[in-house]
Structures are given as C-alpha cells and as structure tokens.
C-alpha cells in the first residue's frame, strides 16, 4: 500500500519541495519539484507556505525533512544558512500529523540505497557493484560537504548520517601546505569543506590568486564554476584541479575510515565535475593511500545520477521510517 508525503530537501542554498508516494519496498515516485532560494525566505516555515500557495490540492499531512545539519537537540541551526529549525512548533505552525526530521545525507544515503543499479553511473576502479554485506560509503561537495555511510548486515540496511566534511583539511604536498596556510588566515580552523564543496573553488581561487600576487579576482560562485568547467582560465582550472584531487583524497580517507566495499558520489556537482579533465586528478588522489593503494584499487566508485537525490532520498527515508 502506498501513500503520499511531502518530501523536502533544504540545503545552504536551495530549499526543494514536493509531493512523493512511497510504500514499504518500493522506490519512491515524486511529482512536480518546486525550488526556492533559503535567502529570499526568513525561515523554513514561509518557504513551505510558498510551496503550498504553489500547489493546487491541499497537501498531504505527513512530510519527511533532511536538512544540510547535524539533527540533534532542537533548535535545529542549519549549517550553512540563517535558518533555525524547531521540530514542535514547525509541526504545529504547518498542522502536520507526522513531521519527520532528517540529516541530508542520511537522507541521501537511504535514496542512494534505494536507487535501481541503472542510475548509479561507474567513474572508477571495478564495476562491482555495491556491497551485499559491508559498508557503503557516501560522499557530496554543494553548497558544504556531506558525508554519510550505508551499511548492510543479514540483509538489513543500516542508515548513519556523519559530519564528515567538517574534518580537518589535511595537506597532501607542497601546494596543499600553500593552500591551508592562506585558509588558515581566512578561517582558522580549516575544515574539508572549506576546500571540497561548491564555496571552496571560490576559497580555493582567492587563495591561489594570493600567493600568486596576480590581482586576480574571485568571481561569484555561479560565474567561478561555468569559468572553470569551460577550462578557459590557467588560474580557475588550476583551483579546479586543486579541489578535485582534495576531494578524492578525502573521500579515499573516509572510504579507508569506515572499512567501505564502494563508494558512491553524490550530488549535481559531482555531476558537473565529472566531464571535466581535472576529474582524473580525484581517483590518483583517492588510491594515494600508501601502504593501502592496493585496497583502493579494490573499491568500485560511482556516481548517483538522479536529477534530485536530496529529494529522492528524502522520501526514501519516509519509506523507511513512516
């Protein structure tokens, strides 16, 4: 038996609403996807009257919500936003029967497990497929860095959100030792997806543009990233290249950090990165792991090609949980 929910997807950037059937099982199917700039809305609770003004029926009284944070002890603070998130009064405020909140990659990584084998696209080492019995683990630069890990025991699928992409950045040669000591300056601390997520080109390039003297200007994010994937620019390709071989270092160290028998990418930007030539430099990064290379060698790596994961996994986690 399946039954409608509202799934939502709320990132630093963008939040994404929708209806979604789901049942025990199954796949979730969504409908007509509706997207709205957190900015342009003072909390969580206008963009969701936004969505319902959008919408011509009346809306389901059940809605699961992954948000790019920590979800522990209420108020929820997203991490790379204004919005604050309290559970009861979200509940009451929306009159929702049954308000489920989430992690965005735990979120993710139920819609990851959830995903038929043809969308999920091999980009390195053997095509195996995921594990049966094992951990699986989950990784995606936006607007931060997610990070979760999936893992399978007796046929039964263990979901676990992480704040991976707030480890520490960790140097791996000389041009990384640059890189962390202008972050360092910029931020203090200096965490993976300062480096490794959507801002982190245009980090990366403000600081290579510093230690070059050049005078070089860092556009904004959404102009940076068509300059780099176009390849026009020495010094935008050059960030570029800098955040694809941290990103398959990190993603290698996490991999190594929960045992893994695969990893899977997440994410429209993966997406866009992929095509791009500076993409080999993540999988030589991801095998530099000394004495274990040879395990790294072992582990397929794929892609989630879904056009709204965050969404799809969203109501995924529904599935599993209402």
């Not at 041009?175 to 245009?202: A, I, Y």
């Amino acid at each position: 038996m399946s039954h409608e929910i509202i799934a939502v997807d709320i990132g630093g950037t963008n939040a994404r609403f929708c209806r979604a059937r789901i049942s025990k099982g199954g796949a979730p199917q969504l409908g007509a996807i509706r997207k709205y700039k957190v900015e342009d809305h003072p909390t969580l609770a206008d963009a969701w009257r936004h969505f319902a003004q959008d919408e011509a029926d009346a809306l389901p009284d059940e809605a699961v919500v992954a948000l790019a944070a920590p979800v522990t002890t209420p108020p929820i603070k997203l991490t790379n936003s204004p919005w604050i998130v309290d559970p009861v009064g979200l509940k009451r405020d929306l009159a929702l029967d049954q308000l489920i909140l989430v992690n965005d990659f735990e979120a993710m990584a139920h819609g990851i497990m959830a995903l038929p084998r043809d969308h999920l696209t091999h980009l390195f080492g053997p095509d195996s497929g995921l594990p049966l019995s094992g951990a699986t683990s989950i990784v995606g630069p936006g607007t931060g860095l997610g990070v979760g890990l999936a893992s399978r025991v007796e046929g039964d699928t263990r979901i676990l959100p992480t704040e991976g992409g707030h480890m520490s950045f960790a140097p791996v040669d000389e041009e990384d030792d640059l890189l962390l000591s202008q972050l360092r300056k910029r931020f203090g601390r200096v965490s993976v997806e300062r480096v490794v997520s959507g801002r982190g080109l245009g980090y990366i390039h403000t600081a290579l543009a510093e230690l070059a003297a050049s005078g070089e200007t860092t556009p904004e994010d959404a102009v940076l990233w068509q300059a780099a994937l176009d390849g026009r620019q020495p010094l935008v390709r050059e960030a570029l290249s800098r955040l694809c071989m941290s990103y398959g270092a990190v993603t290698g160290d996490l991999a190594l950090a929960h045992g893994a028998g695969a990893v899977v990418l997440a994410g429209g930007l993966t997406g866009r990165m992929k095509e791009a030539p500076e993409f080999q430099g993540f999988y030589e990064r991801f095998l530099a792991k000394g004495r274990h290379r040879r395990i790294m060698e072992t582990l397929p790596v794929y892609h989630a090609d879904h056009p709204e994961p965050g969404l799809f996994g969203a109501a995924a986690a529904g599935a599993a949980r209402l």
